[in-house]
């Protein structure tokens, strides 16, 4: 069974279609939604870490999945109501998963 069906299954699709699709689109695109990719969105921010290039992870990779997290994030404040993190959340959370030894005098002249 899909993550769909599991809500949908409680209706006889063919004579209730609307009713089904009203509550597909309430979990998948309703408030709901926003709110389980917001924290998606912020856990990977907050989860990301960088200790030295790893294989196909260097500080490249790191930047980037920050940035698609963040824009992701602008994306989804310009179609909701959620509010994206301030500039200084941004920085704190990228400067916090940078456990690279090499890199703490680049961490601490920011």
């Given amino acids: 069974m899909t993550e769909a069906e599991v809500y949908v299954d409680e209706f006889n699709v063919h004579l209730e279609f609307q009713a089904a699709w009203r509550k597909l689109y309430n979990a998948f695109l309703g408030a ?3 709110d389980t990719l917001a924290a998606q969105l912020e856990k ?3 989860n ?4 030295g290039p790893k294989r196909g992870f260097n500080f490249t990779t790191y930047v980037e999945r920050h940035k698609d997290a963040y824009q992701n994030m602008l994306t989804l404040a310009k179609k909701t109501d959620y509010v994206v993190y301030d500039p200084s959340t941004r920085v704190r959370h990228f400067l916090n998963g940078i456990t690279d030894p090499s890199l703490v005098q680049a961490k601490l002249s920011l």
Avoid: D, E, M, P
């Fill in 32 to 34: 709901g939604a926003k």
């Fill in 44 to 46: 990977t921010i907050q």
């Fill in 48 to 51: 990301l870490r960088y200790s």
